[in-house]
């Protein structure tokens, strides 16, 4: 019963948060929108930017550890096949 409840003032408290937004303090809303735009962007430019790097990093990782360690095709060949 609990958790209805919970989830019945969460509701509320949503409905409520929504109601003040745009009848009450629309304008304070609205720059609060507005303002959180900039700072946005520049994380989720930043986030992209650090998974950029760490993307090119485990391609030259891979890469290096390809070279490294040749794989023999005979071998794979014959593991390929199933013993008669």
Known sequence: MGKF????G?????AGG???AVFVWWRE????????IPPLLFF?????LIAGISSIKDSRRTKKLEEETPV?????????????
């Open 72 to 84: 023999e095709e005979t071998s794979e060949k014959e593991t390929e096949q199933e013993p008669e």
């Open 18 to 20: 929504i109601l003040l």
């Open 29 to 36: 809303f609205y720059e609060l929108v507005f303002g959180m």
């Open 10 to 14: 969460g509701l509320i408290a949503m």
């Open 44 to 48: 989720i430019g930043l986030i992209a």
């Open 5 to 8: 409840v919970a989830v019945f």
